[in-house]
């Protein structure tokens, strides 16, 4: 598609790809003729570029801890300025640029800050917890029989492993059902910014592990799903979520006899 190539750039992660994805680049690449004049300009000077990007890189990360900002705050936002570091270095003429950098991330940092203080006043990961709990542990479906009685949640929304000390949930799957099931959480918090406290949370270990969970109740066999996953020590240690840690150390006591039925 020409509009799609015109705004693609290729980056130097080939290790990540699979041998036929990489044998897929030469097309992409014999069709320079149909990028934009932008991207262009990139490929044309690709290797100087990529060098001042990651020195630019380098000295942004560095500005930041000295701005005492930690972690993937100062991973996230010096990916940022060094790219728009760079955008002299691409187009000539915004040389002045490179004398009102300083001044535009001085202006970047205060505007991290805010937002971080904003967060420290709003801290949704125990609501969701409560929430989760909540519907993992006391909540009945209301779809569900007298004598068939099941909760909103269950082991086809979470897992937990002993043995790595781990609890693993599937969010995308929990934050539709509890829209289902018209959760005040849901429309008090917007996703995005829950996934980004989940992630910051002393409790997170990974948002991208694949977890095999039960497709649905009609359906015994389990598919992979990408999961967050959380330490189980860290939540005990702080009492989060030992209900339903308790419950999915039963649905995992029960995960065999629930296959084989």
């Known amino acids: ?12 992660y080939n290790k990540f790809l699979k041998r036929e994805e990489l044998n897929s680049l030469s097309q992409i690449t014999s069709k320079l003729d149909r990028f934009s004049e932008f991207t262009g300009l990139i490929l044309s000077d690709y290797k100087h570029i990529k060098e001042k990007y ?15 900002f930690e972690g993937r705050t100062v991973n996230n936002w010096a990916i940022v300025l060094a790219g728009i570091q760079c955008a002299s270095d691409v187009l000539t003429g915004l040389y002045q640029w490179k004398n009102e950098f300083e001044g535009f991330r001085d202006k970047i940092c205060e505007k991290i800050e ?5 967060e420290k006043d709003h801290n949704p990961v125990h609501e969701f917890f409560q929430a989760l709990e909540y519907y993992a ?14 909760l909103v949640l269950d082991h086809r929304h979470f897992r937990i492993k002993d043995f790595e000390g781990t609890l693993s949930i599937s969010l995308e799957r929990i934050w ?11 429309k008090q918090v917007p996703k995005s910014s829950l996934e980004n406290h989940l992630q910051n949370s002393l409790y997170f270990i990974e948002k991208g592990r694949q977890i095999h969970l039960s497709k649905s ?45």
């Open 114 to 118: 805010k937002e971080a203080q904003q």
């Open 1 to 12: 598609d020409a509009a799609a190539l015109s705004r693609m750039i290729i980056l130097n």
């Open 137 to 150: 542990t006391q909540k009945h479906d209301s779809d569900s029989s007298y004598n068939n009685r099941r």
């Open 54 to 68: 990651f020195q630019y890189l380098e000295k942004n990360i560095e500005y930041l801890i000295d701005q005492n």
């Open 217 to 261: 109740l009609n359906d015994n066999q389990e598919a992979n799903i990408r999961c967050y996953q959380f330490n189980v020590k860290e939540l005990k240690k702080n009492e989060q979520l030992i209900e339903l840690l308790e419950k999915a150390e039963e649905y995992e006591k029960e995960r065999i006899k629930r296959k084989m039925i």
């Open 176 to 186: 539709e059902t509890l829209k289902e099931n018209n959760a005040d959480f849901t």
